[in-house]
């Protein structure tokens, strides 16, 4: 898996990533939301709710799902 990177170098093309909350080292899964519903809010989960952009200070890619036996 890859090694934690600073949130600035994030991509911003809707990709699923893994970040992390610095205070609280809440991780989730979002992706970048070009018009978030409310300003700033870029961060979006897949079930909705939208964070700042501020709020985390690191990403890593996902990890690639499990294969699945033929």
């Known amino acids: ?13 809707g990709t699923d990533i893994l970040v992390i909350e610095p205070d609280t080292h809440i991780m989730l899964v979002v992706g970048w939301d070009d018009e ?3 300003p700033f809010a870029n961060w979006a989960t897949l079930d909705g709710p939208n ?20």
């Open 36 to 38: 978030p519903p409310i």
């Open 51 to 70: 964070y700042h952009a501020w709020m985390f200070s690191h990403w890593m890619p996902l990890p690639p799902p499990p294969e699945t036996a033929p």
């Open 1 to 13: 898996m890859s090694e934690w990177q600073d949130i600035s170098t994030a991509p911003h093309d």
